[in-house]
């Protein structure tokens, strides 16, 4: 990289104050070639004479001149092809300038800054540094290649269409989450042809299901494989709303899928809003059914096509995806990054994803994990692949989980995974060796866990619920309740199905540390093992726990009668007299009201039961909200009724 006193710098500002004052600067940093022009008419002509055509390096460039001002010169230098980089300097708004910068880098210049004036010494230092005489003009972008639909089909019909597959980063753990898949045409004579080649003209004949169910079916196998090698991830499918139409739809993606070996969870269907929906009930109800059956719905391209506002109130999504025409530069753009900004905390808000896409430098990176972004994918991360380079990348990537999980000292935590179902506990022992665990042990059965109890002590014990023999509540409860050789804070996570209401009420009245929900998604499992290991305890006397129902109903192998799930399991605190006092009575009524649950605290009362949307009971009147059954509700957030908790605030 060259330094500063190296470079051959232009100067155009048609005031003569500021243009010597940027020639006193750019001396004291060391240049000794500075070209001064007064206009950008006067510029071009520097530009283009002998001698000085392939010398200059860099040009500072003001906007407001007279003749030529600074954005006709930027276009002339633009059509010039000369590898000339850029530093706009101005006096007007902000705004203004980041978008004549965005109009530079269309120019295809290498722009290496905008400077408000007055111009400081620093900034302009901290520009100049920036310059890489490698960095090549951006060539022109060479017209799309055009093909007949009939050419289309037949590729399609000759299976020349192949997807690849682009990484999705979770930005918290820096581990590959999933992949969006990208459709390619491997044609025989033009090499990789990109989608803006036949995406369209299917679109507009009503073909694009060919390719669609093309994709969904060689993805799903892909994905198949990566699960049988241990690494759970989703693929990210696209969607077309001209599909939607078509009232069997849902129905046609699920069997595809299923027909693949993979469960609906693990495939996400991304909407893009380049298109209208033109018969929103049918396609309403392809979405919804989409929903019901497991997938994951993500809306693409955030804020660039129809009514985006509207469509995230009218479909259940639970991904929105931040079209890379925000994200690209945001970090130095101020209005971008409140745009970006703004959808990431209005996505949280909504209890959706944030995705980001566009992702290119360090830079961005850093920039959106400090906002707050759930995940990211770009360049930054990796190109799209096809599948064998992508399977070789998913066993090659490092991820920042080890290092994170060892800086907190929990990589050496003593794990027992217990599930009787091969398959699902080898997954969870490679998804925690993955996030850098090393000590874990596997049982298949409760049993055989407890004997493990006997010369073992574990930090953590993850646990199926439905399981042959002794079920993962009666196995908890021993633990609890002082019946096994098990300290009595162990961590607890149980593995259960939310569609078992029972289930979760007698969890949580033994004050587990977590639910995970099958099917197994890494992301998710990382967040819930170090949140539970890092919780504060908070149990009661063992003899506490003895009451909590365990003979549930609806597991294999349990024949015990049916619970009323009006019973529930939940935590009792005993009988609870009236005040004798009144004043004291009417103070405490003052004292009460109905919270969200983000605003719980310990320490407060609760003064009604709690109830899943089903009518099961998690806690009743009068217990006093640890950190513990706050995380649990927050947890079950989505089973709970909307209107709140009604707690007292202790004085």
Avoid at 57 to 81: K, T, Y
Avoid at 376 to 396: E, L, S
Avoid at 463 to 471: A, E, R, W, Y
Avoid at 565 to 573: L, R, T
Wanted: proline share 3%; charged share 25%; with cysteine.
């Amino acid at each position: 990289m060259m330094k500063i006193s190296e470079l051959n710098v232009l100067i155009v500002e048609d005031d003569d104050f500021q243009r010597q004052t940027l020639s006193n600067m750019l001396r004291s940093l060391g240049v000794t070639s500075i070209f001064p022009a007064d206009n950008g008419r006067h510029a071009l002509e520097i530009i283009r004479s002998e001698g000085a055509s392939n010398s200059i390096d860099v040009a500072l460039c003001d906007l407001n001149m007279p003749e030529m001002d600074g954005m006709e010169f930027l276009r002339h230098l633009g059509h010039e092809g000369r590898n000339i980089a850029v530093i706009i300097t101005s006096a007007l708004d902000g705004k203004l300038l980041a978008s004549v910068a965005r109009m530079t880098k269309m120019y295809g210049i290498q722009l290496l800054g905008a400077i408000e004036k007055p111009i400081l010494l620093t900034h302009l230092k901290e520009m100049l540094l920036k310059y890489d005489h490698s960095i090549k003009k951006e060539p022109q972008r060479v017209p799309s290649m055009s093909f007949t639909l009939e050419e289309i089909l037949h590729g399609i019909r000759e299976n020349q269409f192949v997807p690849f597959f682009q990484p999705k980063v979770d930005v918290k753990t820096g581990r590959i989450v999933g992949s969006e898949v990208l459709a390619r045409w491997n044609h025989p004579t033009h090499g990789v042809v990109g989608p803006n080649a036949f995406i369209s003209p299917l679109e507009k004949s009503g073909n694009i299901d060919d390719l669609t169910f093309m994709m969904l079916e060689r993805s799903a196998a892909e994905c198949r494989l990566l699960h049988n090698n241990g690494h759970l991830l989703t693929v990210s499918v696209n969607l077309s709303l001209v599909s939607l139409n078509d009232p069997a739809l849902a129905d046609r993606i699920t069997q595809t899928v299923r027909r693949a070996g993979i469960e609906p969870q693990y495939v996400v269907l991304e909407i893009t809003e380049s298109s209208a929906m033109t018969d929103m009930a049918s396609a309403l109800e392809n979405l919804a059914r989409l929903c019901m059956n497991g997938f994951s719905l993500s809306i693409d391209d955030y804020g660039t096509g129809y009514s985006s506002l509207q469509q995230l109130t009218r479909i259940a999504f639970s991904e929105l995806k931040i079209d890379q025409s925000f994200v690209k530069d945001f970090a130095d753009n101020d209005a971008l990054r409140i745009v970006v900004e703004s959808s990431i905390d209005m996505a949280h808000k909504l209890r959706v994803k944030s995705v980001a896409e566009g992702v290119e430098t360090q830079q961005d990176w850093e920039a959106l994990k400090g906002i707050g972004c759930d995940t990211v994918q770009g360049y930054f991360i990796a190109k799209p692949m096809d599948a064998r380079a992508f399977h070789d990348f998913v066993a090659n990537y490092k991820t920042a989980s080890s290092s994170l999980l060892s800086a907190q000292g929990q990589s050496k935590k003593n794990i027992l995974v217990v599930d009787d179902d091969d398959f699902t506990r080898k997954i969870l022992v490679r998804v925690l060796q993955d996030f850098g665990f090393d000590k874990i042990t596997g049982a298949d059965s409760a049993r055989s866990a407890i004997r493990l109890l006997e010369s073992n002590t574990f930090d953590l014990i993850i646990t199926d619920v439905d399981m042959q023999g002794m079920n993962g509540i009666e196995f908890v409860q021993l633990i609890r309740s002082g019946k096994a050789n098990a300290k009595h804070d162990t961590r607890i996570v149980v593995v259960t199905s939310f569609s078992q209401p029972e289930v979760i009420g007698s969890a949580f009245a033994l004050d587990i540390n977590g639910f995970l929900v099958k099917p197994i998604i890494p992301a998710v499992v990382y967040e819930k093992i170090t949140h539970a290991l890092s919780e504060r305890p908070h149990f009661r006397a063992p003899v506490a726990y003895d009451a909590v129902r365990t003979d549930l109903k609806g597991l294999s192998g349990s024949d015990h009668r049916p619970v009323n799930s009006h019973d529930g399991a939940a935590i009792i605190i005993g009988d609870h007299k009236a005040a004798d006092n009144k004043v004291r009575a009417r103070r405490e009524s003052l004292m009460q009201h109905h919270l969200s649950l983000h605003r719980l605290r310990p320490g407060m009362t609760l003064k009604e039961n709690v109830h899943l949307k089903d009518g099961t009971l998690i806690l009743s009147a009068g217990h006093i909200l640890s950190e513990l059954s706050i995380n649990r509700l927050n947890d079950l957030k989505a089973l709970l009724p909307a209107i709140g908790i009604k707690v007292q605030e202790n004085p």
